[in-house]
T-cell receptor, first 112, second 114 residues
Framework: GENVEQHPSTLSVQEGDSAVIKCTYSDSASNYFPWYKQELGKRPQLIIDIRSNVGEKKDQRIAVTLNKTAKHFSLHITETQPEDSAVYFCAEPSGGTYKYIFGTGTRLKVLA | DAGVTQSPTHLIKTRGQQVTLRCSPKSGHDTVSWYQQALGQGPQFIFQYYEEEERQRGNFPDRFSGHQFPNYSSELNVNALLLGDSALYLC?????????????FGPGTRLTVL
């Protein structure tokens, strides 16, 4: 099925705190999980991705974890900064195809 | 090296009209995907082109059609426009078909249907 649930829809954190966004997918055939950041009025940009043969991937303050058994993957941002404020989308290729299904987005606000 | 470009930036049409949106992929990319992003929503996959053929299609009616040219650029055509077609239309390019390579998005075309 083509379904990606993303939570929370909005998230406010104090600068320096951590933020976690979670997505749940339905098709066990999915094997690639990218995360995109979209600033207001701008295009989505890939910030990190993970493939199903690994459980965690980290890039400086950003990490993604994957739990294939539970069918969910999460974005972790540590030491948040005001410039992290944006809408974040998870995505997955539906049913192992190459049609990307996006989550509904999480609006992250980092309060200075 | 230019990234993904799209034209026009904004477009206003009336119901029933037809529209054509254009996309030039990032240099070296051969695959183009189109997405519709309604306000406050995530992008919705419309279709993907590779080697001038539609390879994947999302849940969009056949009023939505496309084309890819030999230079890999692409067009999205929407016929018989409805109010609900108002959205940001994003094009994304990537390298290769049936691979999970990074997609690079264009700035989008904002379509308003009155």
């Amino acid at each position: 099925g083509e379904n990606v649930e993303q939570h929370p829809s909005t998230l406010s954190v104090q600068e320096g705190d951590s933020a976690v966004i979670k997505c749940t997918y339905s098709d066990s055939a999915s094997n690639y999980f990218p995360w995109y950041k979209q600033e207001l009025g701008k295009r989505p940009q890939l910030i990190i991705d993970i493939r199903s043969n690994v459980g965690e991937k980290k890039d400086q303050r950003i990490a993604v974890t994957l739990n294939k058994t539970a069918k969910h993957f999460s974005l972790h941002i540590t030491e948040t900064q005001p410039e992290d404020s944006a809408v974040y989308f998870c995505a997955e290729p539906s049913g192992g195809t190459y049609k990307y299904i996006f989550g509904t987005g999480t609006r992250l606000k980092v309060l200075a | 090296d230019a990234g993904v470009t799209q034209s026009p930036t904004h477009l206003i049409k009336t119901r029933g009209q037809q529209v054509t949106l254009r996309c030039s992929p990032k240099s070296g990319h051969d695959t183009v995907s189109w997405y519709q992003q309604a306000l406050g929503q995530g992008p919705q996959f419309i279709f993907q082109y590779y080697e001038e053929e539609e390879r994947q299609r999302g849940n969009f009616p056949d009023r939505f059609s496309g084309h890819q040219f030999p230079n890999y650029s692409s067009e999205l055509n929407v016929n018989a426009l409805l109010l609900g077609d108002s959205a940001l239309y994003l094009c994304a390019s990537s390298l290769g078909y049936r691979t999970y390579n990074e997609q690079f998005f264009g700035p989008g075309t904002r379509l308003t249907v009155l």
